[in-house]
Nanobody, 119 residues
Framework: QVQFVESGGDLVQPGGSLTLSCAASDSTFIMGAMAWYRQAPGKQRELVATITRGANTDYADPVKGRFTISRDNAKNTVYLQMNSLKPKDTAVYYC?????????????WGQGTQVTVSS
């Protein structure tokens, strides 16, 4: 089963920026439809951003215009650039396959990377 390692999370002040990385153990898997998710304390995991095999992107309304998902196939890595961060962005961030795919096959969920937005 494909494994993911997320990194790049940190404590940042409101208005700040971070870039998250997600390295995959399977180069073929990560070239498919991928997504970033996040889970805040006491809340369900939610879809944040997606990128298709053809590099089309989509974003959840709360992050639209502030977050950018991208992929480097040569490095088996998906990125999430986060700008203008808000306290409500505080969560553990994960990557995996895009759940909206018909017959989606998920990889093993990684440990995620903690993003904390606070002054």
């Amino acid at each position: 089963q494909v494994q993911f390692v997320e990194s790049g999370g940190d404590l940042v002040q409101p208005g700040g920026s971070l870039t998250l990385s997600c390295a995959a153990s399977d180069s073929t898997f990560i070239m498919g439809a991928m997504a970033w998710y996040r889970q805040a304390p006491g809340k369900q995991r939610e879809l944040v951003a997606t990128i298709t095999r053809g590099a089309n992107t989509d974003y959840a309304d709360p992050v639209k215009g502030r977050f950018t998902i991208s992929r480097d196939n040569a490095k088996n890595t998906v990125y999430l650039q986060m700008n203008s961060l808000k306290p409500k962005d505080t969560a553990v961030y994960y990557c995996n396959a895009d759940e909206r795919q018909i017959g989606v096959r998920f990889g093993a969920w990684g440990q995620g990377t903690q993003v904390t937005v606070s002054s």
